[in-house]
T-cell receptor, first 114, second 116 residues
Framework: DAGVIQSPRHEVTEMGQEVTLRCKPI?????LFWYRQTMMRGLELLIY????????DSGMPEDRFSAKMPNASFSTLKIQPSEPRDSAVYFC????????????FGSGTRLTVV | GESVGLHLPTLSVQEGDNSIINCAYSNSASDYFIWYKQESGKGPQFIIDIRSNMDKRQGQRVTVLLNKTVKHLSLQIAATQPGDSAVYFC???????????????FGKGTHLIIQP
């Protein structure tokens, strides 16, 4: 298995532009998580899905953020409009229902909003 | 709210020495703990886990100790190597069954630096 795949690896955009981050979870995993990592706040859970259904989006910072999971093999995190304070590394992770062995993380997308 | 935290942001050790990274948690209901390693430019990588019904678990060169009395978790790395340089996170899960429906809560991380 190729693991959790995220794209793009790096994204530089101007303030006000729309940004879409993509994630392909590990096949067979039924949970998908979006995390944001910054030096100040560490790893923050933004939203997670179970069987493609959003379960908890309380970590989504503002209405500018939205996430979808149209099928078991694909999820997107969208920021519209983007702001400089959104600059961070965004990680996608997936796991099995059993919950053990934690989550498998992707390599992340480093977002820079200028 | 409940949180997982780390005592030290940076730990510097000599190559070949043993490293001990500490973590304090405050939620006594947590029953599953995980240590992650994050290298520069990569996502967190699972190292070792332990369930609350255990006090100790060993892996290859790593040992995790759990003291539920004082809510303390530690990661011991034997004979540290340059490749061990990374940020180490502890994480807790209230209910591992169910895919972590409560979500993993991560500490801030400890940066382990290996001196040659």
């Amino acid at each position: 298995d190729a693991g959790v795949i995220q794209s793009p690896r790096h994204e530089v955009t101007e303030m006000g532009q729309e940004v879409t981050l993509r994630c392909k979870p590990i096949s067979g995993h039924d949970y998908l998580f979006w995390y944001r990592q910054t030096m100040m706040r560490g790893l923050e859970l933004l939203i997670y899905f179970n069987n493609n259904v959003p379960i908890d989006d309380s970590g989504m910072p503002e209405d500018r953020f939205s996430a979808k999971m149209p099928n078991a093999s694909f999820s997107t995190l969208k920021i519209q409009p983007s702001e400089p304070r959104d600059s961070a590394v965004y990680f996608c992770a997936s796991s099995l229902s059993s919950g053990f062995y934690g989550y498998t993380f992707g390599s992340g997308t480093r977002l820079t909003v200028v | 709210g409940e949180s997982v935290g780390l005592h030290l942001p940076t730990l510097s050790v000599q190559e070949g020495d043993n490293s001990i990274i500490n973590c304090a948690y405050s939620n006594s209901a947590s029953d599953y703990f995980i240590w992650y390693k994050q290298e520069s430019g990569k996502g967190p990588q699972f190292i070792i886990d332990i369930r609350s019904n255990m006090d100790k678990r060993q892996g290859q060169r790593v040992t995790v100790l759990l003291n539920k009395t004082v809510k303390h978790l530690s990661l011991q790395i034997a004979a540290t190597q340059p490749g061990d340089s990374a940020v180490y996170f502890c994480a807790e899960n209230l209910t591992p069954s169910g895919g972590g429906a409560d979500g993993l809560t991560f500490g801030k991380g400890t940066h382990l630096i290996i001196q040659p």
